[in-house]
């Protein structure tokens, strides 16, 4: 007969779960222990640019949106609109600060047993899917 067990075998299947529940559950408890804030009142520095706030990225926007209105095939305002909308993007972005909540020792080593060992049996019920 044949003795070569079947790819799904109930131990991998299981393993797959726990696993998978696990790292979920570690995730979902360490993302709800970080607390998300912003501080747009600070100064960014753009290298070999200098340091901007955010009014003075308004200035170049509207600017660009004069001269669009005025010419919409100018490419000086397109370049002037682009970029003050990609630089105000990446203030706001760099302005999101995060901050892991006040919690203890065993909360923690909960977590990171929870994630770290379910990414460990999940990752092990894949490898023996290779076969």
């Keep these: 007969m044949n003795n070569i067990p079947p790819t799904g075998s109930n131990n991998q299947i299981t393993r797959f779960a726990i696993g998978?529940?696990?790292?979920v559950a570690g995730?979902?408890?360490?993302?709800?222990?970080?607390?998300v804030?912003?501080?747009f009142?600070?100064?960014?520095?753009?290298?070999?640019?200098?340091?901007?706030?955010?009014?003075?990225i308004m200035i170049p926007f509207m600017f660009g949106i004069g001269m669009i209105f005025y010419n919409s095939r100018n490419m000086l305002g397109w370049l002037l609109l682009i970029g003050s909308v990609v630089m105000?993007?990446?203030?706001?972005?760099?302005s999101v600060?995060?901050?892991l909540s006040h919690m203890t020792a065993f909360e923690l080593m909960?977590?990171?047993?929870?994630?770290?060992?379910?990414?460990?049996?999940?990752?092990?019920?894949?490898?023996?899917?290779k076969k």
């Excluded at 998978?20 to 790292?23: D, Q, R």
């Excluded at 290298?47 to 003075?56: A, K, N, P």
Aim: proline share 0%; hydrophobic share 50%.
């Design 27 to 35: 995730g979902y408890m360490l993302l709800n222990s970080i607390h």
């Design 41 to 56: 009142h600070h100064i960014y520095h753009i290298r070999g640019v200098g340091t901007f706030t955010s009014g003075y």
């Design 20 to 23: 998978l529940i696990m790292l």
């Design 97 to 99: 600060q995060f901050r």
């Design 110 to 129: 909960t977590i990171l047993v929870l994630m770290v060992g379910g990414l460990g049996l999940f990752l092990s019920s894949l490898r023996g899917l």
């Design 88 to 94: 105000l993007i990446v203030g706001v972005i760099s």
């Design 37 to 39: 804030g912003y501080s």
